[in-house]
Protein backbone atom coordinates (compact mmCIF):
# COMPACT_ATOMS: atom_id res chain seq x y z
CA UNK A 1 0.00 0.00 0.00
CA UNK A 2 2.07 2.94 -1.11
CA UNK A 3 -0.33 5.72 -1.51
CA UNK A 4 -3.51 6.45 -2.16
CA UNK A 5 -7.10 8.31 -0.61
CA UNK A 6 -8.64 8.17 2.83
CA UNK A 7 -12.08 8.49 1.40
CA UNK A 8 -11.29 4.83 -0.01
CA UNK A 9 -9.27 3.39 2.18
CA UNK A 10 -9.56 5.26 5.81
CA UNK A 11 -6.91 6.36 8.14
CA UNK A 12 -7.47 3.25 10.77
CA UNK A 13 -7.54 0.81 8.18
CA UNK A 14 -4.16 2.80 6.28
CA UNK A 15 -2.48 3.16 9.93
CA UNK A 16 -2.71 -0.58 10.73
CA UNK A 17 -1.53 -1.93 7.36
CA UNK A 18 1.47 0.24 7.86
CA UNK A 19 2.10 -1.76 11.37
CA UNK A 20 0.98 -5.27 10.64
CA UNK A 21 3.60 -4.90 7.84
CA UNK A 22 5.94 -3.81 10.06
CA UNK A 23 7.31 -0.80 7.90
CA UNK A 24 9.96 1.58 8.94
CA UNK A 25 9.13 5.07 6.79
CA UNK A 26 7.33 7.87 6.71
CA UNK A 27 3.95 7.87 6.42
CA UNK A 28 2.66 11.49 4.94
CA UNK A 29 -0.77 12.61 5.01
CA UNK A 30 -2.51 15.94 4.07
CA UNK A 31 -5.85 17.53 3.82
CA UNK A 32 -6.17 20.55 1.98
CA UNK A 33 -3.88 22.85 3.94
CA UNK A 34 -3.30 20.22 6.80
CA UNK A 35 -0.18 18.01 6.89
CA UNK A 36 0.96 15.34 9.35
CA UNK A 37 3.87 13.06 8.79
CA UNK A 38 4.03 9.96 10.74
CA UNK A 39 7.26 8.01 11.27
CA UNK A 40 7.37 4.87 11.79
CA UNK A 41 10.05 2.10 12.65
CA UNK A 42 9.26 -1.61 12.22
CA UNK A 43 5.46 -0.95 12.10
CA UNK A 44 5.61 1.32 15.46
CA UNK A 45 4.61 5.18 15.56
CA UNK A 46 7.32 6.68 17.29
CA UNK A 47 7.20 10.35 15.61
CA UNK A 48 4.08 12.49 14.46
CA UNK A 49 5.34 15.87 12.63
CA UNK A 50 2.30 18.40 11.55
CA UNK A 51 1.81 21.97 10.32
CA UNK A 52 -0.68 22.59 13.76
CA UNK A 53 0.19 24.81 16.30
CA UNK A 54 -2.09 23.42 19.00
CA UNK A 55 0.25 20.37 18.30
CA UNK A 56 3.34 21.61 19.56
CA UNK A 57 4.78 20.65 23.13
CA UNK A 58 4.23 24.18 24.15
CA UNK A 59 0.58 24.86 23.05
CA UNK A 60 -0.14 21.02 24.18
CA UNK A 61 1.15 22.01 27.70
CA UNK A 62 -0.86 25.40 28.09
CA UNK A 63 -4.12 23.36 27.22
CA UNK A 64 -3.19 20.56 29.43
CA UNK A 65 -3.02 23.39 32.37
CA UNK A 66 0.49 21.88 32.77
CA UNK A 67 2.40 25.48 32.29
CA UNK A 68 0.68 28.65 32.37
CA UNK A 69 0.01 30.42 28.75
CA UNK A 70 1.61 33.96 29.67
CA UNK A 71 4.91 32.13 30.39
CA UNK A 72 4.98 29.47 27.25
CA UNK A 73 6.80 32.63 25.31
CA UNK A 74 9.50 33.25 28.40
CA UNK A 75 10.28 29.37 27.95
CA UNK A 76 10.34 29.59 24.37
CA UNK A 77 12.59 32.60 23.86
CA UNK A 78 15.01 31.11 26.59
CA UNK A 79 14.71 28.17 24.36
CA UNK A 80 15.77 29.32 21.16
CA UNK A 81 18.48 31.60 22.93
CA UNK A 82 20.23 28.56 25.10
CA UNK A 83 19.50 26.14 21.54
CA UNK A 84 18.55 23.61 24.30
CA UNK A 85 15.06 21.67 23.64
CA UNK A 86 12.03 22.98 25.71
CA UNK A 87 11.29 19.91 27.71
CA UNK A 88 15.06 20.07 28.73
CA UNK A 89 14.34 23.98 29.62
CA UNK A 90 10.96 22.48 31.35
CA UNK A 91 12.93 19.87 33.62
CA UNK A 92 15.67 21.73 34.77
CA UNK A 93 13.27 24.72 36.47
CA UNK A 94 11.48 22.18 37.65
CA UNK A 95 8.61 22.83 35.80
CA UNK A 96 8.46 18.97 34.92
CA UNK A 97 9.93 16.16 36.42
CA UNK A 98 11.79 14.11 33.97
CA UNK A 99 8.73 11.42 34.55
CA UNK A 100 6.34 13.92 33.85
CA UNK A 101 7.87 15.16 30.32
CA UNK A 102 7.53 11.60 29.14
CA UNK A 103 3.78 11.21 30.37
CA UNK A 104 3.58 14.55 28.42
CA UNK A 105 5.20 13.74 25.49
CA UNK A 106 3.49 10.06 24.94
CA UNK A 107 0.71 11.89 25.34
CA UNK A 108 1.32 14.80 22.68
CA UNK A 109 1.91 12.35 20.44
CA UNK A 110 -1.04 10.00 21.05
CA UNK A 111 -3.40 13.09 20.95
CA UNK A 112 -2.10 13.95 17.49
CA UNK A 113 -2.02 10.14 15.93
CA UNK A 114 -5.84 10.24 17.42
CA UNK A 115 -6.33 13.02 14.86
CA UNK A 116 -6.43 11.66 12.11
CA UNK A 117 -9.51 9.61 12.76
CA UNK A 118 -11.36 12.90 12.36
CA UNK A 119 -9.87 12.86 8.94
CA UNK A 120 -12.49 11.85 6.37
CA UNK A 121 -10.92 12.75 3.34
CA UNK A 122 -7.51 13.63 2.05
CA UNK A 123 -4.48 11.47 0.38
CA UNK A 124 -1.97 9.88 1.92
CA UNK A 125 1.56 8.11 0.84
CA UNK A 126 4.84 6.24 2.00
CA UNK A 127 8.38 7.56 1.94
CA UNK A 128 11.11 5.13 3.13
CA UNK A 129 13.36 8.27 3.29
CA UNK A 130 13.25 8.22 7.61
CA UNK A 131 14.82 11.25 8.71
CA UNK A 132 16.56 10.73 12.49
CA UNK A 133 14.34 10.32 15.57
CA UNK A 134 15.91 11.42 18.75
CA UNK A 135 12.36 10.49 20.77
CA UNK A 136 12.32 7.45 22.40
CA UNK A 137 8.38 7.41 22.29
CA UNK A 138 6.59 4.68 21.28
CA UNK A 139 2.92 3.80 20.88
CA UNK A 140 1.33 0.07 20.38
CA UNK A 141 -1.15 0.47 17.19
CA UNK A 142 -3.87 -1.61 18.31
CA UNK A 143 -4.80 -0.02 21.04
CA UNK A 144 -4.53 3.38 18.76
CA UNK A 145 -7.63 1.79 16.50
CA UNK A 146 -9.30 1.11 19.29
CA UNK A 147 -9.44 4.54 20.81
CA UNK A 148 -9.67 6.32 17.58
CA UNK A 149 -12.71 4.28 16.41
CA UNK A 150 -14.57 4.44 19.48
CA UNK A 151 -14.51 8.22 20.31
CA UNK A 152 -13.31 9.90 16.77
CA UNK A 153 -14.37 8.05 13.58
CA UNK A 154 -17.56 9.09 12.02
CA UNK A 155 -21.10 6.95 12.79
CA UNK A 156 -21.33 6.59 8.98
CA UNK A 157 -18.27 4.71 8.00
CA UNK A 158 -19.18 2.95 11.06
CA UNK A 159 -22.55 2.09 9.50
CA UNK A 160 -21.33 1.17 5.97
CA UNK A 161 -18.36 -1.08 7.14
CA UNK A 162 -20.57 -3.00 9.74
CA UNK A 163 -23.82 -3.15 7.89
CA UNK A 164 -22.63 -6.14 5.92
CA UNK A 165 -22.38 -7.93 9.27
CA UNK A 166 -25.55 -8.06 10.71
CA UNK A 167 -27.46 -11.40 10.48
CA UNK A 168 -23.91 -13.12 10.37
CA UNK A 169 -22.72 -15.29 13.26
CA UNK A 170 -19.20 -13.33 14.22
CA UNK A 171 -16.08 -14.46 16.22
CA UNK A 172 -13.02 -14.13 17.59
CA UNK A 173 -9.88 -15.11 14.69
CA UNK A 174 -7.20 -16.92 17.14
CA UNK A 175 -4.74 -15.41 15.12
CA UNK A 176 -5.61 -11.55 14.32
CA UNK A 177 -1.92 -10.65 14.28
CA UNK A 178 -1.67 -8.89 17.21
CA UNK A 179 -2.07 -9.97 21.15
CA UNK A 180 -5.21 -9.14 22.19
CA UNK A 181 -3.12 -8.33 25.40
CA UNK A 182 -2.18 -5.69 23.73
CA UNK A 183 -5.68 -3.23 23.82
CA UNK A 184 -7.09 -2.39 27.05
CA UNK A 185 -10.79 -2.47 27.55
CA UNK A 186 -13.46 -1.03 29.57
CA UNK A 187 -14.75 -3.89 31.47
CA UNK A 188 -18.49 -3.12 29.53
CA UNK A 189 -16.40 -3.33 26.61
CA UNK A 190 -14.61 -6.61 26.78
CA UNK A 191 -18.24 -7.88 27.52
CA UNK A 192 -18.19 -7.95 23.43
CA UNK A 193 -15.16 -9.66 23.63
CA UNK A 194 -16.62 -12.84 25.51
CA UNK A 195 -19.40 -12.56 23.41
CA UNK A 196 -17.37 -12.83 20.39
CA UNK A 197 -15.66 -16.02 21.54
CA UNK A 198 -18.70 -17.47 22.46
CA UNK A 199 -19.37 -17.03 18.27
CA UNK A 200 -22.81 -14.64 18.44
CA UNK A 201 -24.66 -12.23 15.63
CA UNK A 202 -24.41 -8.46 16.48
CA UNK A 203 -28.37 -8.63 18.05
CA UNK A 204 -27.14 -11.35 20.50
CA UNK A 205 -24.23 -9.51 21.37
CA UNK A 206 -26.26 -6.44 22.17
CA UNK A 207 -28.53 -8.89 24.42
CA UNK A 208 -26.12 -10.46 25.98
CA UNK A 209 -23.87 -6.79 26.62
CA UNK A 210 -26.73 -4.48 27.11
CA UNK A 211 -24.50 -2.04 25.83
CA UNK A 212 -25.57 1.00 23.19
CA UNK A 213 -25.74 -0.16 19.57
CA UNK A 214 -23.63 2.53 18.66
CA UNK A 215 -21.05 1.33 20.87
CA UNK A 216 -20.98 -2.35 19.96
CA UNK A 217 -20.96 -1.34 16.23
CA UNK A 218 -17.93 0.87 16.68
CA UNK A 219 -15.79 -1.70 18.51
CA UNK A 220 -16.47 -4.36 15.70
CA UNK A 221 -15.09 -2.06 13.49
CA UNK A 222 -12.26 -1.44 15.71
CA UNK A 223 -11.60 -5.08 15.81
CA UNK A 224 -12.58 -5.79 12.28
CA UNK A 225 -9.54 -3.49 11.06
CA UNK A 226 -7.29 -5.75 13.85
CA UNK A 227 -8.37 -8.46 12.00
CA UNK A 228 -9.90 -9.75 15.28
CA UNK A 229 -14.12 -9.61 14.76
CA UNK A 230 -14.31 -11.61 11.73
CA UNK A 231 -17.66 -14.05 10.23
CA UNK A 232 -17.51 -17.25 11.76
CA UNK A 233 -17.02 -19.04 8.40
CA UNK A 234 -13.79 -17.23 8.20
CA UNK A 235 -12.84 -18.88 11.62
CA UNK A 236 -9.95 -21.34 10.35
CA UNK A 237 -11.11 -25.04 11.84
CA UNK A 238 -8.22 -26.73 14.31
CA UNK A 239 -8.19 -30.57 14.49
CA UNK A 240 -8.92 -31.73 18.12
CA UNK A 241 -6.19 -32.03 20.22
CA UNK A 242 -5.38 -35.38 20.26
CA UNK A 243 -4.49 -36.96 23.94
CA UNK A 244 -0.11 -36.75 24.30
CA UNK A 245 1.26 -38.50 27.42
CA UNK A 246 2.50 -35.68 29.75
CA UNK A 247 6.14 -34.91 29.26
CA UNK A 248 8.59 -35.98 31.65
CA UNK A 249 9.03 -33.48 34.71
CA UNK A 250 12.16 -30.96 33.61
CA UNK A 251 14.88 -30.79 36.06
CA UNK A 252 15.07 -27.63 38.50
CA UNK A 253 17.54 -25.04 36.50
CA UNK A 254 20.47 -24.78 38.63
CA UNK A 255 20.93 -22.32 40.57
CA UNK A 256 23.32 -19.36 40.29
CA UNK A 257 25.95 -19.17 42.57
CA UNK A 258 25.32 -15.74 43.09
CA UNK A 259 22.18 -14.05 42.85
CA UNK A 260 22.33 -10.56 40.94
CA UNK A 261 22.55 -7.63 43.87
CA UNK A 262 19.11 -6.22 44.44
CA UNK A 263 18.58 -2.82 43.38
CA UNK A 264 19.25 -0.18 45.99
CA UNK A 265 16.44 0.50 48.14
CA UNK A 266 14.76 4.04 46.49
CA UNK A 267 11.42 5.47 46.22
CA UNK A 268 9.69 4.98 42.98
CA UNK A 269 9.22 8.24 41.72
CA UNK A 270 13.13 8.77 42.56
CA UNK A 271 13.69 5.77 39.89
CA UNK A 272 11.56 6.81 37.74
CA UNK A 273 12.71 10.07 37.06
CA UNK A 274 16.31 8.70 37.45
CA UNK A 275 15.72 6.72 34.61
CA UNK A 276 13.75 9.01 32.76
CA UNK A 277 16.25 11.96 32.62
CA UNK A 278 18.49 9.66 30.90
CA UNK A 279 15.57 7.59 28.42
CA UNK A 280 13.88 10.95 27.11
CA UNK A 281 17.37 11.69 25.25
CA UNK A 282 19.73 8.54 25.29
CA UNK A 283 18.86 8.72 21.04
CA UNK A 284 20.10 11.54 20.46
CA UNK A 285 23.83 11.12 21.83
CA UNK A 286 26.54 9.40 20.01
CA UNK A 287 28.50 7.00 22.10
CA UNK A 288 30.85 9.46 23.55
CA UNK A 289 27.64 11.93 24.40
CA UNK A 290 25.90 8.15 26.05
CA UNK A 291 28.85 7.85 28.58
CA UNK A 292 29.89 11.22 29.04
CA UNK A 293 33.34 10.77 27.70
CA UNK A 294 36.11 13.27 25.62
CA UNK A 295 36.97 12.62 22.32
CA UNK A 296 40.43 11.39 23.70
CA UNK A 297 39.27 9.13 26.13
CA UNK A 298 41.60 6.29 27.12
CA UNK A 299 40.41 2.67 26.89
CA UNK A 300 40.60 2.43 30.79
CA UNK A 301 37.96 5.57 30.55
CA UNK A 302 35.66 3.86 28.54
CA UNK A 303 35.26 0.39 30.59
CA UNK A 304 34.63 2.21 33.48
CA UNK A 305 31.99 4.31 32.20
CA UNK A 306 30.33 1.47 30.26
CA UNK A 307 30.34 -0.15 33.37
CA UNK A 308 29.13 2.17 35.17
CA UNK A 309 26.31 2.93 33.14
CA UNK A 310 25.62 -0.63 32.39
CA UNK A 311 25.91 -1.36 36.24
CA UNK A 312 22.77 1.57 36.68
CA UNK A 313 20.95 0.39 33.78
CA UNK A 314 20.95 -3.46 34.18
CA UNK A 315 16.94 -4.40 33.76
CA UNK A 316 17.22 -7.51 35.63
CA UNK A 317 17.15 -5.70 39.56
CA UNK A 318 13.87 -3.66 38.69
CA UNK A 319 11.93 -6.70 40.17
CA UNK A 320 8.45 -7.83 38.59
CA UNK A 321 6.54 -4.94 40.12
CA UNK A 322 3.70 -3.57 37.62
CA UNK A 323 5.12 -0.11 38.38
CA UNK A 324 8.75 -1.30 37.90
CA UNK A 325 8.13 -3.51 34.77
CA UNK A 326 7.64 -0.57 32.11
CA UNK A 327 10.92 1.27 33.59
CA UNK A 328 12.79 -1.94 33.09
CA UNK A 329 11.58 -2.51 29.75
CA UNK A 330 13.11 1.50 29.39
CA UNK A 331 16.20 0.32 30.75
CA UNK A 332 17.11 -2.59 28.77
CA UNK A 333 16.55 -0.80 25.86
CA UNK A 334 19.48 1.83 27.02
CA UNK A 335 21.43 -1.19 28.14
CA UNK A 336 21.20 -2.59 25.02
CA UNK A 337 21.98 0.45 23.29
CA UNK A 338 25.06 1.06 25.92
CA UNK A 339 26.57 -2.38 24.63
CA UNK A 340 26.17 -1.07 20.81
CA UNK A 341 28.02 2.06 22.00
CA UNK A 342 31.53 0.18 23.96
CA UNK A 343 30.93 -2.15 21.03
CA UNK A 344 32.14 1.05 18.73
CA UNK A 345 34.16 2.81 21.71
CA UNK A 346 36.19 -0.67 22.07
CA UNK A 347 37.63 -0.33 18.42
CA UNK A 348 40.03 1.79 17.89
CA UNK A 349 39.29 2.96 14.32
CA UNK A 350 35.70 3.06 14.96
CA UNK A 351 36.90 5.60 17.99
CA UNK A 352 38.75 7.19 15.72
CA UNK A 353 36.38 7.59 13.24
CA UNK A 354 33.64 8.63 16.00
CA UNK A 355 35.97 11.05 17.17
CA UNK A 356 37.04 12.79 14.28
CA UNK A 357 33.43 13.28 12.73
CA UNK A 358 32.19 14.74 16.23
CA UNK A 359 35.31 17.57 15.62
CA UNK A 360 34.02 18.34 12.31
CA UNK A 361 30.53 18.96 13.44
CA UNK A 362 31.79 20.78 16.13
CA UNK A 363 33.77 22.94 13.59
CA UNK A 364 30.84 23.26 11.67
CA UNK A 365 28.75 24.57 14.50
CA UNK A 366 30.96 27.18 14.98
CA UNK A 367 31.50 28.43 11.64
CA UNK A 368 27.74 29.17 10.79
CA UNK A 369 25.94 29.02 13.81
CA UNK A 370 22.21 27.46 13.75
CA UNK A 371 20.11 30.34 13.88
CA UNK A 372 16.91 29.31 16.18
CA UNK A 373 13.58 30.99 15.34
CA UNK A 374 10.41 30.86 15.98
CA UNK A 375 7.65 29.41 13.62
CA UNK A 376 4.95 31.74 12.32
CA UNK A 377 3.74 29.41 9.86
CA UNK A 378 1.97 27.05 11.91
CA UNK A 379 -1.92 26.73 11.35
CA UNK A 380 -3.72 28.09 14.29
CA UNK A 381 -7.45 26.84 14.86
CA UNK A 382 -7.90 29.32 17.84
CA UNK A 383 -7.11 31.62 15.82
CA UNK A 384 -9.52 31.02 13.04
CA UNK A 385 -12.54 30.35 16.44
CA UNK A 386 -11.35 33.81 17.68
CA UNK A 387 -11.84 35.36 13.90
CA UNK A 388 -15.20 33.32 13.94
CA UNK A 389 -16.71 34.65 17.07
CA UNK A 390 -15.92 38.03 16.15
CA UNK A 391 -17.69 37.51 13.14
CA UNK A 392 -20.68 36.34 14.90
CA UNK A 393 -21.22 38.69 16.77
CA UNK A 394 -21.13 41.09 13.71
CA UNK A 395 -23.97 39.10 12.21
CA UNK A 396 -21.89 37.82 9.46
CA UNK A 397 -23.20 34.41 10.05
CA UNK A 398 -21.55 32.84 6.30
CA UNK A 399 -18.30 33.71 7.18
CA UNK A 400 -18.05 32.77 10.88
CA UNK A 401 -19.45 29.26 9.39
CA UNK A 402 -16.06 29.48 7.06
CA UNK A 403 -14.09 30.21 10.58
CA UNK A 404 -15.78 27.53 12.82
CA UNK A 405 -15.20 24.76 10.31
CA UNK A 406 -11.53 25.41 9.64
CA UNK A 407 -10.55 25.65 13.28
CA UNK A 408 -12.76 22.17 14.01
CA UNK A 409 -10.93 20.78 10.30
CA UNK A 410 -7.63 21.66 12.31
CA UNK A 411 -8.90 20.09 15.04
CA UNK A 412 -11.07 17.50 15.16
CA UNK A 413 -10.82 16.67 19.23
CA UNK A 414 -12.33 20.12 19.94
CA UNK A 415 -16.09 19.60 20.97
CA UNK A 416 -16.00 23.47 21.15
CA UNK A 417 -15.15 23.98 17.41
CA UNK A 418 -17.53 21.43 16.64
CA UNK A 419 -20.10 23.19 18.42
CA UNK A 420 -19.98 26.52 16.96
CA UNK A 421 -20.33 25.56 13.42
CA UNK A 422 -23.14 22.97 13.96
CA UNK A 423 -24.84 26.04 16.05
CA UNK A 424 -23.89 28.48 13.36
CA UNK A 425 -25.03 26.54 10.77
CA UNK A 426 -28.63 26.48 12.47
CA UNK A 427 -28.72 30.10 12.61
CA UNK A 428 -28.02 30.39 9.18
CA UNK A 429 -31.24 28.31 8.36
CA UNK A 430 -32.96 28.23 11.57
CA UNK A 431 -36.01 24.87 10.10
CA UNK A 432 -36.46 21.41 11.51
CA UNK A 433 -34.53 20.12 8.78
CA UNK A 434 -31.30 22.50 9.46
CA UNK A 435 -32.01 21.69 13.37
CA UNK A 436 -31.98 18.26 13.13
CA UNK A 437 -28.99 18.34 10.83
CA UNK A 438 -27.16 20.36 13.78
CA UNK A 439 -28.65 18.27 16.64
CA UNK A 440 -26.53 15.21 15.14
CA UNK A 441 -23.23 17.25 14.71
CA UNK A 442 -23.89 18.37 18.40
CA UNK A 443 -24.32 15.40 19.64
CA UNK A 444 -21.36 14.33 17.80
CA UNK A 445 -19.26 16.86 19.74
CA UNK A 446 -20.24 15.39 23.06
CA UNK A 447 -19.65 12.23 21.91
CA UNK A 448 -15.99 13.16 21.35
CA UNK A 449 -15.93 15.84 24.22
CA UNK A 450 -18.37 15.13 26.77
CA UNK A 451 -17.48 17.90 29.30
CA UNK A 452 -18.77 20.18 26.26
CA UNK A 453 -20.73 22.29 28.09
CA UNK A 454 -21.14 24.54 24.85
CA UNK A 455 -22.75 21.72 22.76
CA UNK A 456 -25.18 20.89 25.65
CA UNK A 457 -26.35 24.53 25.99
CA UNK A 458 -26.73 24.92 21.69
CA UNK A 459 -28.48 21.49 21.80
CA UNK A 460 -30.78 23.10 24.71
CA UNK A 461 -31.75 26.22 22.21
CA UNK A 462 -32.25 24.52 19.03
CA UNK A 463 -34.83 21.89 21.16
CA UNK A 464 -36.18 24.66 22.56
CA UNK A 465 -36.90 26.71 19.15
CA UNK A 466 -38.23 23.31 17.95
CA UNK A 467 -40.58 22.95 20.51
CA UNK A 468 -38.85 19.71 22.91
CA UNK A 469 -39.39 21.26 26.03
CA UNK A 470 -37.98 17.92 27.69
CA UNK A 471 -34.65 17.59 25.73
CA UNK A 472 -33.94 21.61 25.92
CA UNK A 473 -34.68 21.51 29.61
CA UNK A 474 -32.16 17.79 30.04
CA UNK A 475 -29.65 19.72 27.49
CA UNK A 476 -29.77 23.18 29.24
CA UNK A 477 -29.42 21.92 32.95
CA UNK A 478 -26.40 19.62 31.94
CA UNK A 479 -24.76 22.94 30.25
CA UNK A 480 -26.09 24.60 33.53
CA UNK A 481 -23.16 22.18 35.32
CA UNK A 482 -20.64 21.98 32.87
CA UNK A 483 -20.61 26.29 32.01
CA UNK A 484 -20.83 27.28 35.71
CA UNK A 485 -20.37 30.27 36.18
CA UNK A 486 -22.10 31.50 32.67
CA UNK A 487 -25.45 32.33 33.26
CA UNK A 488 -26.69 31.71 29.41
CA UNK A 489 -27.98 28.30 30.48
CA UNK A 490 -30.09 29.88 33.21
CA UNK A 491 -31.46 32.52 31.36
CA UNK A 492 -32.64 29.71 29.18
CA UNK A 493 -33.95 27.73 31.49
CA UNK A 494 -36.20 31.07 32.54
CA UNK A 495 -37.07 31.45 29.20
CA UNK A 496 -38.39 27.83 29.11
CA UNK A 497 -40.22 28.61 31.99
CA UNK A 498 -37.91 26.65 34.50
CA UNK A 499 -37.12 27.49 37.95
Known amino acids: MAGGDLRQVPYPVVL ?42 GRFLVAQNKLPADKLAQFLSESYSRQVPLGELLIEHGVLTPYELFRTLQQNLARKLLDGFGWHDGEFG ?95 YALAILGAAVPAEQIPKTAPPQQQPPPPPKPAPPQPAVAPAPRPAQ ?90 QRRTKAQARQAAPQQFTIKTDLLDPDVQYRKGIELKEQGKLREALTQFEFASDCDSQSGIYRAEAAYCRYLMSPFIPTGRKSLEELQEAIRIEPECGLAYFYAGEIHRALGDRANAEKNLRAANKLMAPDRRPIEALKALGVS
Open 267 to 356: SIDALRNDVMRVYLDYRRKDPFDLFGLADDATPLQINAAYLAFAKRFAPWPFGEDDELRALAEKAEEMFLAAAKAYALLSDPDERRSLAS
Open 126 to 220: LSLDVPQVGSPLKVRVPQLVITGVMKFARQAEIDASVGPLIGRTLGLHPDPGFSIDEIRLAPKHAAVLEALKKRARIDQIADATQLPFEDITRLL
Open 16 to 57: YAYAHEKRSGVLKLKRQQLEKQIIFEEGVPVDCRSNLATETL
